[in-house]
């Protein structure tokens, strides 16, 4: 609970900062996945009496049965529908402040239900444990596979449609729809007992920011803010004011000529992950070297 509460904190204070670089927290205000995983891990506190099957079995239907939030969520207060599965603004108190909200708690409390009870697997003798990921994970993938095959082979396609492979892949992630979350979970539970068995620096330099993936994540967001900022600078000679915007829900309008290339795009991702390995590597030394009592929170 008291993770999940600071969670929520810091997403309607440093990362809304972050994001945005303005303090007009009276226009606009951003309920992210942080937001969300604080929310979801307050409700965790609960769920975790429960049996692992019971846990196993409840993230698992929340998640196939998350359609039928809509009806519900249509019948709540408009608020707390929205904050539950609808997404869209809200006014603190009616009137005040708005929040934007992104990420809700259906599915992805389901998710985390299930993942809390995929612990049981991830705690099994290694050569038993890889078994089952990657039973599962390619289990999920080719589901995933099939339908969506099955559904854009059966569907017509529109005027001007995408390639069918983007169409495949085009799939819901506000709220994160099940196939989303085949698409994306069941290559992710394949890949574990690759990583698993993953040793040498390549290894090393990844392990580093998942020991450390909170205080990565908090400082991820202002370096690439940051380096948007530097970017413009070089480009047009002045620093756009169109990058203090309300982003990334409410953005202005995009200023002519401003967007990137996918080379100028990965070009900076991978030096803010180049520029990030050191604190990281850093932080994560001090965690276990000397250890504070505020450093289990991030």
């Keep these: 609970m008291t993770r999940g509460a600071l969670l929520v904190l810091l997403e309607l204070t440093f990362l809304r900062v972050a994001w945005t670089f303005n303090l007009g927290f009276a226009n606009y205000n951003l309920a992210g996945v942080i937001w969300m995983l604080g929310w979801c891990m307050i409700l965790m506190a609960g769920l975790v009496w429960l049996p692992t099957t019971a846990m196993g079995v409840l993230g698992l239907a929340i998640i196939v049965g998350q359609n039928l939030f809509t009806p519900l969520g249509n019948l709540l207060p408009s608020a707390i529908g929205k904050f539950l599965y609808l997404g869209g603004q809200v006014r603190v108190g009616g009137g005040g402040p708005p929040i934007d909200i992104l990420y809700v708690i259906v599915p992805w409390i389901g998710v985390m239900a299930a993942g809390y009870a995929f612990g049981s697997i991830m705690t099994r003798e290694p050569d038993e444990r890889r078994k089952l990921c990657l039973r599962i994970g390619l ?150 070297e000397r250890p504070a009592r505020w450093m289990k929170y991030v």
Excluded at 175 to 185: E, G, I, K, N
Excluded at 195 to 204: K, S
Aim: with cysteine; aromatic share 14%; net charge positive.
């Design 139 to 288: 289990a999920l993938t080719a589901a995933f596979v099939i339908i969506t095959s099955v559904i854009v082979a059966t569907q017509p396609a529109r005027p001007n449609a995408p390639p069918v492979l983007f169409r495949i892949l085009s799939q819901r992630k506000y709220p994160a729809s099940p196939l989303f979350l085949m698409m994306t979970l069941g290559p992710t539970i394949a890949f574990l007992p690759f990583a698993d068995r993953m040793r040498g620096r390549v290894a090393a330099f990844l392990a580093t920011f998942g020991q450390v993936p909170m205080f990565f994540y908090l400082l991820h967001i202002p370096t690439i803010h940051a380096s948007a900022l530097v970017v413009s600078l070089i480009r047009e000679g002045h620093v756009n004011p169109w990058l203090f915007g309300n982003h990334p829900m409410e953005p202005p309008p995009l200023p002519p000529g401003y967007q990137w290339s996918l080379a100028l795009l990965y070009l900076v991702f991978v030096c803010v992950i180049a520029l990030l390995y050191f604190p990281c590597r850093w932080y994560a030394r001090a965690k276990r």
